[in-house]
C-alpha cells in the first residue's frame, strides 16, 4: 500500500511540475556583432542552453545591433541564463522590456 501511494504521489508531483513549465518567446537584444561569424557565435552561445531555440534574427538599425526571438521552455532554463550564455562569449545582450511578459 506504501508503494502505490508512494508511486502515486510521484506521478502527481511529475505532473504538477510539468503543468506550471510554459513555452516561453523573449526577444534579446545583441550588440557588438561586428562580422558573420559574430551571428554564429551568438546563435551558437543560445542554442547551447537547454530548451532554447531561435526563431529569429532581424538586424537593428545601427550596424552591429540585432535582435534575436527566442523560444525556450521555462521549466529548464531561464532568460537570465540566456542572456549569461551570450555575455559569457562577450557581446553585451538584454531582454527587450516587452518580452518578458
Request: glycine share 8%; charged share 20%; aromatic share 8%.
Given at each position: 500500500m506504501k508503494h502505490i501511494l508512494l508511486s502515486s504521489a510521484l506521478a502527481i508531483a511529475a505532473f504538477t511540475s510539468a503543468a506550471f513549465a510554459e513555452e516561453r518567446t523573449v526577444e534579446i537584444a545583441v550588440s557588438e556583432l561586428t562580422c558573420p561569424s559574430c551571428s554564429f557565435i551568438v546563435a551558437s552561445s543560445m542554442r547551447g542552453v537547454p530548451s532554447v531555440s531561435i526563431e529569429e534574427f532581424v538586424e537593428g538599425p545601427?550596424?552591429?545591433?540585432?535582435?534575436?526571438?527566442?523560444?525556450?521552455?521555462?521549466?529548464?532554463?531561464?532568460?537570465?541564463?540566456?542572456?549569461?550564455?551570450?555575455?559569457?562569449?562577450?557581446?553585451?545582450?538584454?531582454?527587450?522590456?516587452?518580452?518578458?511578459?
Open positions: 545601427e550596424a552591429g545591433h540585432g535582435v534575436y526571438s527566442v523560444t525556450f521552455d521555462d521549466a529548464e532554463t531561464s532568460v537570465e541564463n540566456i542572456i549569461d550564455a551570450v555575455t559569457d562569449n562577450g557581446y553585451p545582450a538584454s531582454a527587450l522590456p516587452d518580452s518578458e511578459s
